[in-house]
């Protein structure tokens, strides 16, 4: 066992010592305020009251990039909690809670969901043909990148509203978080 230490220990100092940059695997990313997350849901997230505060599994969709560099890749396991909407009375939202970045779970502070409007490179209200400012009802445009029966509220997030049994935010969903 102490003969294995000193190997290491030799190593990490001949790699430093000609150059070679040690590699010690990263743990926590810092993740600045106002970074945009895009994440697609991984299953169907049943809207019920009962499900207030449950937290449902979702990976990042695309690479997010802080200062030049992918902090996170494509792919990382995300968890995304079902919570009541701080825009829409009688509706629910989802805000990121939680990221899987270089084997550490890692709790993230966000508000909530938006549209993915970067995906297809279009804004919200040039896939809907009105303002997100409007709290317009968004249909059925899954194709476009809109998500199915939401809402866009004022302040431009994603609701769910809680009237009527059956409903569902669907698995592939794509949505955006920003960080706080």
């Known amino acids: 066992m102490l003969a294995a230490k000193g190997l290491v220990a030799a190593a990490v100092g001949w790699g430093l ?38 937290t449902f599994p979702a990976h990042v969709t695309r690479d997010v990039t802080i200062d030049s560099k992918v902090a996170i890749p494509e792919g990382t396991p995300a968890q995304v909690k079902l919570v009541p909407s701080s825009e829409k009375s009688d509706n629910v939202t989802l805000r990121l809670v939680e990221l899987r970045v270089n084997g550490e779970t890692q709790s993230v ?8 409007t970067q995906r297809s490179h279009q804004g919200v209200g040039e896939k809907t043909g009105i303002g997100a400012a409007a709290g317009a009802v968004v249909g059925a445009i899954t194709g476009a990148g809109i998500v199915k029966g939401a809402i866009v509220g004022a302040g431009g997030g994603l609701a769910w509203g809680l009237l009527g049994g059956g409903k569902q935010i669907g698995r592939d969903t794509q949505v955006e978080f920003q960080t706080k």
């Open 109 to 116: 502070k966000t508000g909530d969901a938006r549209p993915d």
């Open 17 to 54: 010592a000609f150059g070679a940059p040690a590699r010690f695997p990263e743990r926590a990313v810092n993740i600045p305020p106002g970074t945009s997350i895009p994440i697609t849901l991984d299953r169907d997230i049943p809207i019920k009251q009962e499900q207030f505060g449950q």
